[in-house]
């Protein structure tokens, strides 16, 4: 039944006698009555605040939808009711009842009850509080957040922002920033009011620090502790400068990648913000710096972590490391995965699978006697938290996980493997914002449910992504080239399915992709900028579009790099780099990607640092780094070797190694249906032998994979010879028999740990692809030749010593390198 104007002699005769209902604040207003819904149906419940014998209780009427009602009292605390509600907390299909027990003059106690198996349990007992406040701070998932107000002195507050992560309240990080710039402007009225009371400089710089304004917090601090550490005391202030340091060394972070050119290959360290290496570059590869102040650094093939002093937490000992989420990464080596700790404790070992850390949670996988592979999950600690009994698994995602069983249905689960819901479809992907994609068939097409399998959208997609804002991208297949559009949680389209790509941005933002060729749609979009009402801001005119952050994003036209604010225009006051690539506020500067070369800016756009491969031989030669870009698609830094006596024969090197660079011959302005990238490093110097390695990868649009390429130039420095494999031999000593013989027996040392397919190895030719090293001939196969793609180039080391009696020690070539 519908609760009509019948409603208040209902809840009269609910109510027990001499009880007198109080007026109680909530989502209606401060009123008698307040409404809600608390199991995601069409059916109303009513909740009344009342005293009884001095003692406040809540009655909650729920029609059961065809006459009647039931009743539920809930007898609670202190001495009155200063909050009676129902919110969004738990869930977006259905309210949670919010109870605010008035235990003191300015104190209360807040009580959240939830509805399970039909009746109403309390989830969150006794948050104190002075007040709270309801509000969707992401505005993401139809779910909304509770900040917690607590008194301290004066007008000044303790606040914090909690959100339900499936199992309890949690501190929502995330929403500091646009929840806490409304409050700065509150304690800024208040330190003017009172400029002596040291409190609420305190509190304005810790309002600041989560409101994401960590420089203006630190001059708040010291204005405020300029006035003799009054209350809140030289501790609190200390403590919280602390913290505003330590937020400053992460968001800030004072350490930056940087690369160094050696004979042997570039090497990488860290420099400071002024561009002055403080972590010297010895790393053979390393990474940013991760919020958690710990960068992973390679090492003689080998991944371990270091922090910002430059110490090791983790030696190198890994294959690689995976970026750390909740304190956890996962870890490789060549027979398991391993979840390590920020110190490098292993907390769990996988022959198979290991994900990463999400909300509590990583998925593993284990093989079974019937070699099924089964998937279950661990918590934090690495222990077995759900049993490893399905067939897939998704991420958790506000405590829910989509699961296969072994019946081959679907299930949502909590945090505890708890089969919350099951499906009977041929497929159901992730939760997202309360739907599910689904399938009625394995072939057929894509739609959604809601959490109880319902049908919200019919299938008829070719393919979708999970909901976002309240919005999701689909695609229909024309002439087996997808057509993307957005939808809304009806179904219907915001933007037709007739683009090239479409990307979510952040902050309410899309790129909304066109073909660069029409001819070749899969080469690559231009963009435009929208939100998600679909309004486009500008044309389609950008490419390699970052998320936003902080209400800009990165772009580039082609030829330069800029950033853009929400609207899609320039920022005209932050940096803008010729080229074509990305920009990321890192810290105090502006770290730029462009053109495969990374380099740093202040925020004024003065240049800091930047990469450049260009390297001294010695006091005579240099190899100079040149650039070679036709066009947006094609890129190639080649060498370019300095101080050859003869101008003419330096000329004459150059040219050649231009042309194993491949960096000629191109249109300018023809649009490639492939992309080349091009790049070299010095891996030899001795005497007058220079080697430089020139690598390359061809990418054919549309392909699985590109293929890459690897020439090795033996340059003599002062005959400007390039020295081919059998200049290195004495005449007539079959060098290619004696090396062929030696590579098959070097593969078959290496027994089931080799990639090559012995069957396919036939030997080396005359022209064998080589390089020399220190103390060694190297020979080497392009992918495919003899062994699979993923193998790359398979590459055998030979001794000097080894071929020794074959070695033309008289020839121009050994001289080249020995005295």
């Given at each position: 039944?519908e609760?009509?104007?019948?409603?208040?002699?209902?809840?009269q005769?609910?109510?027990?006698?001499?009880a007198i209902?109080?007026?109680?604040l909530?989502?209606?207003?401060?009123?008698?009555?307040?409404?809600?819904n608390?199991?995601?149906?069409?059916?109303?419940?009513?909740?009344?605040?009342y005293?009884?014998s001095?003692?406040?209780?809540?009655?909650?009427l729920?029609?059961?939808g065809?006459?009647?009602?039931?009743?539920i009292i809930?007898?609670?605390r202190?001495y009155?009711?200063?909050y009676?509600?129902?919110?969004?907390i738990t869930s977006?299909?259905r309210?949670d009842?919010?109870?605010?027990?008035?235990i003191?003059?300015?104190?209360g106690?807040?009580?959240?009850?939830?509805?399970?198996?039909?009746?109403?349990s309390r989830?969150v007992?006794?948050i104190?509080y002075s007040r709270f406040?309801?509000?969707?701070?992401s505005?993401?998932?139809?779910?909304a957040?509770i900040?917690?107000?607590?008194?301290d002195?004066g007008?000044a507050?303790?606040?914090?922002?909690?959100?339900?992560?499936?199992?309890t309240?949690?501190s929502?990080?995330?929403?500091?920033?646009k929840?806490?710039?409304?409050m700065v402007?509150y304690?800024e009225k208040?330190?003017?009011?009172?400029?002596?009371?040291?409190?609420?400089?305190?509190?304005?710089a810790?309002?600041?620090l989560k409101?994401?304004?960590?420089e203006?917090a630190?001059?708040t601090?010291k204005k405020g502790?300029?006035?003799?550490?009054?209350?809140?005391?030289?501790n609190?202030?200390?403590?919280?400068?602390?913290?505003?340091?330590?937020?400053l060394?992460?968001?800030?972070?004072?350490l930056?990648?940087?690369s160094?050119?050696?004979?042997?290959g570039?090497?990488?360290?860290?420099?400071?913000?002024?561009?002055?290496?403080?972590?010297?570059?010895h790393?053979?590869?390393?990474?940013?710096f991760q919020?958690?102040g710990?960068?992973?650094?390679?090492?003689?093939?080998?991944?371990?972590?270091i922090?910002?002093?430059?110490?090791?937490?983790?030696?190198?000992?890994y294959e690689?490391?995976g970026?750390?989420?909740?304190?956890?990464a996962i870890?490789?080596?060549?027979k398991e995965?391993?979840?390590?700790?920020e110190?490098g404790n292993v907390?769990?070992?996988s022959?198979?699978?290991?994900?990463g850390m999400?909300?509590?949670?990583?998925?593993f996988?284990?093989?079974?006697e019937?070699?099924e592979?089964?998937?279950?999950?661990i918590?934090?600690?690495?222990?077995i938290v759900?049993?490893?009994t399905?067939k897939?698994a998704?991420n958790?995602?506000?405590?829910?996980?989509v699961?296969?069983?072994?019946d081959?249905?679907?299930a949502?689960?909590?945090m505890?493997?708890?089969?919350?819901?099951?499906?009977?479809y041929a497929?159901?992907?992730?939760?997202?914002?309360g739907?599910?994609?689904f399938?009625l068939?394995?072939?057929?097409?894509?739609?959604?449910?809601?959490?109880y399998?319902?049908?919200?959208?019919?299938?008829?997609f070719d393919?979708?992504q999970?909901?976002k804002?309240?919005?999701a991208?689909v695609n229909?297949?024309e002439?087996?080239?997808?057509?993307?559009g957005?939808?809304d949680?009806t179904?219907r389209?915001?933007?037709?399915?007739?683009y090239?790509?479409?990307?979510?941005?952040?902050?309410?933002?899309?790129a909304?992709?066109?073909?660069?060729n029409?001819?070749?749609?899969?080469?690559?979009?231009r963009?435009?900028?929208g939100d998600?009402d679909g309004s486009?801001?500008t044309?389609?005119?950008?490419?390699?579009?970052?998320?936003?952050r902080?209400d800009?994003?990165?772009?580039n036209?082609?030829?330069?790099t800029?950033?853009?604010?929400?609207n899609?225009?320039?920022?005209?006051?932050?940096?803008?780099?010729k080229?074509a690539?990305?920009?990321r506020a890192?810290?105090?500067?502006?770290?730029?990607?462009?053109d495969?070369?990374i380099?740093?800016y202040?925020?004024?756009?003065?240049?800091?640092?930047k990469?450049?491969?260009?390297?001294?031989l010695n006091?005579?030669?240099?190899?100079?780094?040149?650039?070679y870009?036709?066009?947006r698609n094609?890129l190639?830094?080649y060498?370019?070797i300095?101080?050859?006596k003869?101008?003419?024969?330096?000329?004459?090197?150059n040219e050649?190694?231009?042309?194993?660079?491949?960096?000629?011959?191109?249109d300018?302005?023809k649009?490639?249906e492939?992309?080349?990238?091009?790049d070299?490093?010095?891996t030899f110097f001795?005497k007058?032998?220079?080697v430089i390695?020139i690598?390359?990868?061809?990418?054919?649009f549309g392909a699985?994979?590109?293929?890459p390429?690897m020439?090795?130039?033996?340059?003599?420095?002062?005959s400007?010879?390039f020295y081919?494999?059998?200049?290195?031999?004495?005449?007539n000593?079959?060098?290619?028999g004696?090396?062929?013989?030696?590579i098959r027996?070097?593969?078959i040392?290496?027994?089931d740990?080799?990639?090559?397919w012995?069957?396919?190895?036939?030997?080396?030719?005359?022209?064998?692809?080589f390089?020399?090293s220190?103390?060694?001939?190297?020979?080497y196969?392009?992918?495919y030749?003899?062994?699979?793609?993923?193998?790359?180039?398979p590459t055998?080391?030979i001794p000097?010593?080894?071929?020794?009696?074959?070695?033309?020690e008289?020839?121009d070539f050994?001289?080249?390198?020995?005295?």
């Open positions: 039944m609760w009509t104007m019948s409603t208040w002699s209902i809840i005769h609910a109510l027990p006698e001499d209902i109080i007026r109680t909530g989502p209606e207003g401060n009123v008698e009555i307040q409404r809600g608390t199991d995601g149906g069409v059916v109303l419940e009513i909740a009344v605040g005293i009884l001095g003692e406040p209780y809540v009655l909650i729920r029609s059961n065809v006459r009647g009602y039931r009743r809930i007898k609670g202190g009155g009711i200063n009676l509600g129902f919110a969004n977006r299909e309210k009842l919010l109870i605010g027990w008035q003191g003059a300015i104190w106690d807040l009580d959240i009850y939830t509805t399970g198996h039909h009746m109403l989830i007992k006794e104190p406040e309801i509000t969707d701070v505005g993401k998932d139809g779910k957040e900040a917690i107000w607590i008194h002195t007008e507050y303790k606040i914090d922002v909690f959100r339900w992560n499936g199992e309240l949690v929502a990080e995330d929403a500091y920033p929840y806490f710039r409304k402007s304690y208040k330190v003017k009011e009172m400029p002596d009371a040291a409190f609420y400089w305190y509190y304005l810790d309002t600041q409101a994401g304004m960590p203006q630190l001059k601090l502790m300029a006035l003799g550490m009054e209350y809140p005391g030289k609190a202030f200390e403590e919280l400068r602390n913290k505003v340091l330590d937020v060394g992460h968001r800030n972070i004072r930056y990648l940087a160094k050119p050696e004979i042997g570039v090497k990488w360290g860290y420099i400071n913000d002024k561009g002055k290496f403080c972590i010297g570059a790393y053979d590869w390393a990474e940013d919020k958690n710990l960068a992973v650094v390679t090492l003689d093939n080998r991944s371990g972590v922090n910002q002093k430059g110490n090791y937490v983790i030696t190198p000992k690689s490391i970026e750390f989420a909740e304190g956890r870890a490789w080596n060549s995965s391993l979840l390590i700790d110190k907390m769990f070992k022959k198979n699978y290991i994900g999400q909300e509590g949670r990583s998925q996988s284990i093989e079974n019937n070699n592979i089964l998937y279950g999950f918590d934090r600690n690495g222990e759900i049993q490893p399905y897939t998704g958790f995602h506000h405590g829910k996980a699961v296969q069983l072994l081959e249905n679907y949502i689960i909590d505890y493997g708890k089969v919350l819901r099951s499906f009977n497929f159901v992907g992730d939760l997202h914002e739907l599910l994609p399938k068939a394995v072939d057929g097409k894509f739609g959604f449910i809601d959490e399998g319902k049908v919200v959208i019919t299938p008829q393919g979708v999970g909901f804002d309240g919005k991208i229909l297949d002439n087996y080239v997808p057509k993307y957005l939808i949680r179904g389209f915001i933007l037709q399915p007739k090239n790509d479409i990307r979510f941005l952040g902050e309410e933002r899309i909304v992709g066109i073909p660069i029409a001819d070749v749609p899969f080469a690559g979009s963009y435009a900028i998600l486009l801001f044309d389609f005119i950008y490419y390699d579009i970052t998320d936003y902080e800009i994003s990165s772009v036209d082609g030829t330069t800029f950033f853009i604010d929400r899609g225009k320039k920022v005209k006051n932050l940096p803008i780099v080229g690539g990305t920009l890192q810290g105090n500067l502006i770290k730029a990607n462009v495969q070369r380099s740093y202040d925020r004024s756009g003065k240049i800091i640092w990469q450049d491969n260009t390297i001294g006091d005579k030669y240099m190899v100079k780094e040149k650039k870009q036709p066009n094609y190639v830094y060498p370019e300095k101080g050859i003869d101008n003419a024969m330096q000329e004459q090197v050649k190694l231009r042309k194993l660079a491949q960096a000629e011959g191109i300018r302005e649009e490639l492939y992309s080349y990238q091009g070299y490093n010095i001795r007058n032998l220079v390695e690598t390359g990868y061809n990418y054919p699985a994979h590109g293929m390429t020439v090795y130039a033996h340059v003599d420095l002062v400007g010879t081919e494999l059998k200049d290195l031999f004495k005449p000593s079959n060098y290619v004696r090396l062929s013989d030696i027996k070097q593969i040392s290496q027994g740990d080799s990639s090559v012995l069957d396919s190895y036939k030997g080396i030719t005359e022209d064998q692809p390089f020399i220190e103390d060694g001939l190297n020979i196969f392009y992918p030749d003899i062994a699979p793609y993923a193998a790359g180039f055998f080391k000097f010593k080894e071929i020794a009696d074959i070695i033309n008289k020839g050994w001289k080249s390198f020995h005295h």
